[in-house]
């Protein structure tokens, strides 16, 4: 008879962040948002974005943390945090560099543009998704569409766009970023 | 020659003009809200009156404005489905979830003009008893959340929002809300979920139109940017007014995004129908032509999920001839009057009104490459012909610009993206993804199989010799060492 073997651990989908806490003024502001809307939950996209804001990635602490506060399962969470692209379940880069990949801006050369910030940084152009240098200073990455496209190629240098990028004006960004 | 005839874009871009509010106010601002909320009742003659809100209601439906963000319809008959018998409140939301490829209309007005929005808003939510309505703005935003958020608090202590807007008793609050990177939000019934705090998983319509069961089941509105800032002009010039801009069922200006490669991409404002794709794009008023040296060879005529023209693509349309009567005649891609009408009866749409122009140096596969590989990145997933199918269309594609193509990828292509449409998917995101690929591979037919074709011929060399291995097989798609 074939020794039954323990199931392997499903990895947890957030990083854990033991010090996570709430100070007293964020959580009145957060209070102060949830009172814009007659449910609470529609408030779960706001306060995801401003913990994010805060802590740069939300956690698996974080998360529980949003379900107490609005009467939520994690779960209601989660399906939030691994659905929509820009929230960050892990920390990334202080520099978080977004190029638009999408028609316009590869049109106008954006390829080269992330090719030349994968290079100039040590990583893998041809890689999916965003990708963080071992310093964790930058983190490099393709996005969809970002509405600029009369002015192509453009990027986010994390809430910074920049608009018309040559490959003389991402050396400028990335210089700027210290 | 045509021009611009600037509506709602009039101050942008001039000098010293600013977002905030003193400045708005110096431009006329709120005056069109001031003139709504004292709309005397206008009688009917059989004893009954139309009150303010109805009236302005009315003038929506006269001015004949269509919805621009994309699907075209009319905003008063929008309106006029609004359940208000229900005792429910009535929401409204600005759909400021500006991310069809190709389209920056809203964030002008958002980052540039915010106050005429905001006024725009007041407008609509007072002619539809709305006391509660909020801006869904995209999460890639956040310096045109700011600012939004700045306006709105500056509208408040003027008294232009609160409990008691400009001393008329009407209440309003309006909220900014981020969306955080989902096209899908973009999709009125995705953008309520997405309001609500779930997944943005539109929903299937009946029973649940915005304007019965919407927001948290309650009646919602839900109109683009743009729209919100036309309502502002048609309470101010009065909706017959409005109505003789443009032509015909194509009423009002229209903000047109043109991008791709043209020399003065941007944006500009004309009457509806009154320009040219071909002026657009050529006209020095506006895109100003292409690059040196280069011919045209294809047209995304509104946002990228619009079916594409091809460069010389005639179309047989009817036109009222000199005499009066229609005739049918031929009427080139250029020659197609920018308008709703017009180019769905040349077969695609103006969509969001954003025009991608693709010149003779452009790859052609690659171009639909990219646009398949953004469509297979924002299904949301609920529907199994979407979720799989733009996948599958993106992986040949990807194939085909990767050296490991077949000739017979043009057909599966077509194969995929004929079954996704037509009733067989929740939303409009299934068309939204098979239209570029439909059109694409019909219209370029033998550029998609050559590229297959070559792919395949260079695979057998490769068989009879293994070391005459192609360097663009694995080249392109290499891993860095």
């Known amino acids: ?178 | 020659m045509p021009s611009e005839h600037r509506l709602i874009l009039k101050y942008i871009d001039q000098p010293g003009y600013t977002p905030d509010l003193d400045c708005y106010l110096k431009h006329g601002g709120y005056r069109g809200l001031q003139k709504a909320l004292t709309l005397p009742p206008r009688p009917l003659g059989d004893g009954k009156s139309l009150s303010g809100p109805e009236q302005i209601r009315e003038d929506v439906k006269l001015s004949g404005l269509r919805g621009r963000g994309g699907a075209g319809f009319s905003c008063g008959l929008k309106w006029s489905f609004v359940d208000r018998r229900s005792g429910k409140p009535i929401y409204l939301i600005c759909n400021a979830d500006e991310s069809e490829p190709g389209t920056f209309k809203d964030r002008q007005i958002i980052h540039k003009d915010p106050h005429q929005l905001i006024e725009g808003m007041i407008i609509a939510c007072y002619a539809n008893d709305v006391h509660l309505a909020y801006i869904y703005i995209r999460g890639e935003m956040p310096e045109g959340a700011r600012i939004l958020e700045k306006s709105i608090s500056e509208a408040k202590a003027r008294g232009f929002l609160g409990p008691n807007i400009c001393g008329s008793g009407y209440p309003l609050e309006i909220h900014v809300h981020r969306g955080a990177g989902a096209y899908i939000c973009g999709e009125e019934t995705g953008l309520i979920e997405s309001l609500e705090g779930k997944r943005p998983y539109p929903r299937i319509k009946p029973p649940y139109f915005p304007a019965v069961l919407g927001l948290y089941q309650c009646p919602t509105i839900v109109n683009n940017v743009e729209t919100l800032c036309n309502i502002k002009h048609i309470v101010e010039m009065g909706g017959a007014a409005f109505a003789q801009l443009g032509t015909p069922n194509n009423t009002g200006t229209r903000v047109v995004s043109l991008s791709g490669q043209v020399r003065r991409p941007g944006y500009y404002e004309i009457e509806v129908g009154k320009a040219t794709l071909g002026e657009l794009i050529f006209d020095p008023n506006f895109g100003g032509g292409l690059r040196a040296g280069r011919a045209l060879k294809a047209v995304i005529p509104g946002g990228s999920s619009a079916k594409v023209f091809k460069a010389g693509e005639k179309f047989a349309l009817k036109r009222k001839g000199p005499d009066g009567k229609e005739v049918e005649e031929p009427v080139d891609m250029l020659d197609l009057p920018y308008d709703f009408d017009t180019l769905i009866k040349a077969g695609s749409m103006s969509g969001s009104s954003a025009i991608i122009v693709l010149d003779d140096s452009a790859d052609i596969v690659g171009a639909l490459a990219n646009i398949s590989e953004f469509y297979a990145h924002e299904s949301c997933g609920q529907c199994t012909p979407c979720r799989e199918g733009s996948l599958w269309m993106s992986k040949a594609l990807h194939r085909l610009t990767h050296g490991e193509g077949r000739a017979m990828d043009a057909d599966y292509l077509l194969q995929i993206a004929n079954h996704i449409p037509g009733g067989r998917t929740i939303c409009a995101f299934g068309e939204a993804c098979s239209w570029p690929v439909q059109s694409f591979v019909t219209k370029f037919k033998d550029e998609f199989v050559a590229r297959g074709r070559a792919d395949e011929v260079k695979r057998v060399k490769e068989e009879v010799d293994p070391s005459a291995g192609s360097a663009s097989r694995h080249g392109a798609v290499a891993k860095a060492p």
């Open chain 1, 1 to 178: 008879m074939t020794e039954i073997q323990p199931l392997e651990a499903v990895p947890n989908p957030l990083q854990s962040q033991p010090d996570f806490a709430v100070p007293t003024e964020l959580e009145s502001a957060l209070d102060q948002v949830i009172t814009h809307y007659p449910q609470k939950r529609s408030a779960s996209l706001m306060l995801l974005h401003a913990i994010q804001e805060r802590y740069g990635f939300v956690s698996e602490q974080a998360v529980h943390w949003v379900a107490g506060k609005l009467d939520l399962q994690p779960i209601h969470l989660l399906e939030l945090v691994t659905f929509y692209p820009m929230f960050h379940r892990r920390p990334v880069g202080k520099w978080h560099l977004k190029v638009c990949r999408t028609l316009s801006c590869a049109l106008a050369g954006s390829y080269g543009i992330h090719r030349h910030f994968c290079e100039t940084l040590g990583l893998d152009a041809h890689a999916h998704g965003p990708q963080t240098t071992k310093d964790g200073k930058f983190t490099v990455e393709f996005v969809e569409c970002l509405a600029a496209c009369g002015t192509a190629p453009v990027l986010m240098c994390n809430e910074t766009l920049h608009e018309q990028v040559t490959e003389e004006k991402a050396r400028q960004i990335l210089g700027g970023c210290a």
